[in-house]
Structures are given as C-alpha cells and as structure tokens.
C-alpha cells in the first residue's frame, strides 16, 4: 500500500472501553460471590434501562445503561443503586489490574484539572441543542427516521456521512475554550494527555470538564444516527466515548498518517479556522486480519474540511489527513465505543459483514464453490454422453 502499514490509532489514556467482557449464559441468580456472577447473553430489548448519572462511578454511566438489558431477569426490577452495585463488581472482575489502576489514575488527573482550571465559557459545558447545532440538524434528530436524516446527509463515499452540524457561533466558543485551557496549561506548567499516540497537539475534551456535554452528544444525536447508519457495527449500543480537538498547521502537527480509530463509530468535525490542505483520505473499511489489503479504486476518496460540517464514519474506515500546508486547522472528534459490540466480536465464527476485503474473499469462495460444481457436472454429463 502506497501510504504504507495502517496504524492502529488509541487513545492515550486507555479507558476502559470494552470492559464488559462477561457475557455468559442467562439468567443467573445474584449472590455476593463474583464468580457467580453474569449477564444474558441476549440483551432484554423491552426493557426500558435507567440513567446513572450522578453515581460515583468508576465507569461510564452509559456504559452501565448499556450494561443494564444484559441484566439476568432477576436483577431489572432492584433498586438503580443495586443494579449499579451488580455492575460493577462484574467490570471490575474483568478489568486487569493493571486497566484498573490507568482508571484509577486517569480520574485522579482529571479531578486535580477541574479543582484548579476555571472555564471561559461555561455554557459550553451543558447541551444545549438549539445554541449548538443548526436547525436542519436538530430537525432530523427529532423526527429520527432514515429519511429525515437522508435530507441533510450526503455520502460521496460509501460510508462517509457528512452533513451541516455545527453553529459559528459554537465553533468560536469551543476554540476560545481551548486556546484559553491551553494557555492555562502553560502558565501553571501542568503536564497534559495528548488525545491519542499519533497526535502531539491537541487536548482530550473530556478532561477539562466537558466530558458530561459529549456523553450527551453522544446518547441523543450520534446514537440515534448511527444506529441507522451503522448497525452492523454497534451503532446502536456505543455506550462510551472519547472526545478530543487535534490541532494542525504552524507550530502544530502538519499531517497524520494512514490509520483506523479505536471506535466503533468517529464523529468529525471542523471548527475552523483559516487553512489550505488538511484533506482527509479515506481507503475503505477493514478488519484486523485485512487492514494494509491493498484498496480498491473505488475505495479511494478525499474529503475537504468545511468549519461546522461533520463526518461520521466507521472507526475501521481506514484514513488519514494530508498536510495542512498554510493556516491553521482545529478539529473536535468523538470517537464512539460500544462494550456489547467488542464483547461480541470475541465470539465471532464468521467474517464480519462490515469488512470489504472479508466480503470480496467470501464471493470469490461462493464463485470458485460454484464453479467446481458446474466443472463436475460437465464431467458427468460428458460421461453419460459417451
């Protein structure tokens, strides 16, 4: 491949996305030992789960409404603290030592951030639908069908989704927030996280306050769009997410390389402000086994960068970003993750619909299959012919 080996981009700060790698049989009876315990291995798709915010949790607490459908029959109707307790016991037992101690830690960073960084624009840091996004956006939200959200996505690429998200004004808040926590950052000498391992400018969202906003941004306008668009995936079971700004141009990183996000589902979006190049390429979706597959023609998309237009697209969608050649550019991204979907992939017996490569190999198997069968059948009709 042209652009050489795919690198699997993570984040730094190794949440533990992921962590519910319990599912077992069904319908266990909760007891105190951990060893007994268990989630379905069929979510309760009737089950109406409940909120968590609020809790002193170690996790997400969308991650433990996600977690909740997978509850065994005999736990959905105890108290949210209960549930909660359940929960987390069975993340914990399966959280390695040493995941547990990078959460313990991670939080600690977090909390020493926010007792001591003071917002500039603290409404920035509660959703607010109808000051962040532009109508046309929240409009198909609301209606949250297929159609609606046709009417303002356009798809120049299978499986890039782009559409008008972002107001100006939002835009201008978020920059202003960063730039002023950056300027924080080196007046007081902290030492920050930078959002993943191949960016070395930027700054993780989440850290400096903004992380309930995003968790928001994620349950009520990606979720419902990328369970639609992305299903096949865990569109619609991402339960938690790591939102970040990278920075691009003088002084900042020029470009970034051929890779795939560590998420089921990556929301892009542009903020501004004045550059030239910054183009992303996309090279098709792959799977661990296919991700340096040579792509095929028409695989092969660049996408140019508009302030308050977003991309969404597949985390295994391979990609990377040409050199921002003048200006500079700020992108905020939200990488979405789902604990069942990554769970469920470590049983998986076939090939995953989602990889183009996979898919190609299984038509070319059905191809050579058939052909053998019609070779064999001409062999016998010739037989009986003569």
């Not at 306008?221 to 299903?231: A, G, H, N």
């Amino acid at each position: 491949m042209s652009n050489g080996a795919v690198d699997p981009r993570k984040d730094n700060q190794s949440p533990m996305a992921g962590a519910s790698g319990n599912s077992q049989a069904n319908g266990a009876v909760p007891t105190n030992s951990s060893s007994n315990l268990r989630l379905r291995l069929n979510p309760n798709t009737d089950h109406n789960p409940e909120r968590y915010d609020g809790l002193e949790l170690e996790f997400s607490p969308l991650l433990y409404s996600s977690l909740e459908r997978y509850l065994p029959p005999t736990m959905l109707g105890a108290t949210r603290n209960t549930k909660a307790y359940y929960m987390r016991q069975l993340l914990l037992r399966y959280a390695p030592d040493g995941e547990r101690t990078r959460i313990k830690k991670n939080k600690e960073y977090k909390d020493k951030i926010m007792s001591n960084y003071q917002p500039m624009h603290r409404e920035l840091y509660h959703m607010n639908p109808a000051a962040f996004f532009v109508p046309s956006f929240t409009k198909a939200i609301a209606e949250n069908t297929e159609e609606a959200y046709r009417s303002i996505i356009s798809e120049p690429s299978p499986g890039v989704l782009t559409f008008e998200m972002l107001q100006p004004r939002f835009c201008e808040m978020l920059l202003d927030e960063v730039e002023h926590f950056e300027r924080w950052v080196r007046e007081t000498k902290f030492r920050i996280m930078r959002p993943n391992t191949m960016n070395a400018y930027g700054a993780v969202l989440d850290d400096f306050g903004l992380e309930t906003m995003l968790d928001k941004l994620m349950e009520d306008f990606i979720r419902p769009m990328s369970k639609i668009f992305f299903p096949e995936v865990g569109g619609a079971t991402i339960d938690s997410h790591h939102g970040f700004v990278v920075e691009y141009g003088t002084d900042r990183d020029a470009d970034l390389g051929f890779h795939v996000d560590d998420s089921e589902v990556t929301l892009n979006v542009c903020l501004g402000e004045q550059f030239s190049g910054g183009e992303l390429f996309f090279r098709g979706v792959r799977c661990d086994k296919h991700v340096n597959v040579e792509s095929k023609p028409e695989e092969i998309f660049d996408y140019a960068h508009v302030p308050g237009r977003a991309v969404i697209h597949r985390g295994r969608h391979r990609h990377g970003a040409r050199s921002t050649t003048s200006g500079h550019r700020v992108n905020m991204l939200v990488w979405c993750r789902s604990s069942v979907f990554r769970e469920m992939r470590k049983y998986e017996k076939h090939s995953p619909s989602w990889c183009a490569e996979c898919q190609r190999e299984k038509k070319e198997r059905q191809r050579r299959s058939i052909a053998a069968i019609n070779l064999e059948l001409q062999k016998k009709a010739g037989g009986a012919a003569s």
